[in-house]
């Protein structure tokens, strides 16, 4: 993208991420290109890795940058590659032990990683406790021979080398708080009996998982890019000038909202802080009655609100309500929707603090709907 055009999409980033309009909706939009080779790098698996090859830090980001080569990006979007060890990968910083998929795409983004339902998005092998108990706490830092912290801090100084601007590099998939804890406790159910038989111990093991989250974002990530590149990203494509991450507690669906004030609010507040600029993954219709109490943390910019598979049928107009509840209370969103449903969300929200984001079919189809809404000549590779 050309540097003047690179110029205005970091005005509509930090618009957007202070809940403000300017001019014109911003749209995050993709889609495969039409050219055979990208159809084939998308679509076939001859890119894909071996679950051997998990470790090959060459081959997996030259494949992972053939990939984003094959992908068009329009509007606010652009090319982005991170490390993806799985979603529980903080756990496995700490101990735990992961099961890979046989063969699994070396980004996580792009039509191939969406559409194949046969993915894992987390490899953590559950049964397995490295915590017993919470006698000794020890556990809880990271041991700089851990193959995977060793492998993250790789991945990302060879992207760095490799990138050349041609694409961002992102933080990995960091799922700390509740989401970590059940991991290393070996399951959920056990985590949710220790909020009632140990909720001391738990209390002590968030202060440290609290440490280790800083440590993790600073040492698998940000220190290594913040001379290298504009800005951060992170597994959510959004652009921003300083410590931007998203915040999550993806299992805080099991428990009630006075549950979540006790033992992971704190933490929750602490992320948020620290970063610069935060947005909350609200995965699924059974977390939202937490949504109140996310609402009032004041340094919070945004909510990525995801329905989940079983709710995708009933599409964008569905959660209008939810949207617009979201916008009230002077938090930003992404509204994930199709392109036939653009009219719709413009129509029901309100500009300020709405970004946009569509996966297109095709790349014509992209290109259209860029044009139709003011977004004409912003693309990524021209």
Not at 218 to 230: A, F, G, P, S, V
Request: with cysteine.
């Amino acid at each position: 993208m050309k540097q003047e055009l690179w110029e205005t999409v970091k005005k509509y980033y930090l618009h957007w991420w202070n809940n403000d309009f300017i001019g014109r909706i911003p749209f995050w939009v993709s889609a495969p290109k039409d050219d055979p080779r990208s159809q084939k790098a998308l679509f076939g698996k001859h890119l894909w890795i071996l679950e051997k090859e998990k470790f090959d830090t060459e081959k997996i980001i030259k494949n992972a940058r053939e990939i984003l080569r094959a992908t068009f990006y329009g509007g606010l979007a652009f090319p982005c590659y991170f490390p993806n060890f799985g979603t529980d990968v903080f756990s496995a910083y700490l101990g735990a032990e992961m099961e890979f998929s046989d063969l699994f795409p070396p980004v996580a983004t792009g039509p191939s990683f969406i559409k194949e339902d046969v993915i894992s998005v987390s490899w953590a092998k559950w049964g397995n406790p490295v915590l017993t108990d919470y006698s000794n706490l020890s556990r809880l830092q990271i041991n700089e021979d851990n193959p995977y912290w060793q492998k993250t801090r790789e991945f990302i100084r060879y992207a760095g080398q490799l990138s050349q601007g041609e694409f961002f590099i992102g933080a990995t998939d960091i799922h700390p708080s509740m989401d970590s804890l059940a991991v290393l406790r070996g399951s959920p159910q056990n985590l949710c009996l220790d909020l009632v038989e140990n909720p001391r111990g738990v209390k002590k093991a968030m202060e440290l998982l609290w440490k280790v989250w800083v440590r993790v974002y600073e040492d698998t990530y940000y220190n290594l890019i913040k001379n290298q590149q504009e800005g951060t990203t992170a597994w959510i494509n959004l652009w921003a000038p300083g410590k931007f991450y998203p915040v999550e507690n993806d299992l805080s669906l099991m428990i009630s909202t006075d549950m979540y004030r006790e033992f992971f609010l704190e933490e929750l507040v602490k992320e948020i802080n620290y970063l610069d600029y935060s947005i909350y993954h609200l995965d699924g219709k059974d977390a939202l009655h937490h949504l109140d109490m996310i609402l009032d943390i004041p340094k919070l910019n945004a909510i990525q609100w995801v329905a989940g598979a079983s709710e995708s049928v009933a599409g964008v107009a569905k959660w209008i309500p939810l949207y617009k509840k979201i916008q009230a209370n002077g938090k930003a969103i992404i509204v994930y929707c199709n392109p036939d449903e653009v009219t719709l969300v413009i129509d029901s929200l309100k500009p300020e603090g709405l970004l946009i984001s569509v996966n297109c079919e095709t790349e014509k189809e992209a290109r259209e709907l860029l044009n139709n809404y003011g977004w004409e000549g912003f693309y990524w590779w021209e």
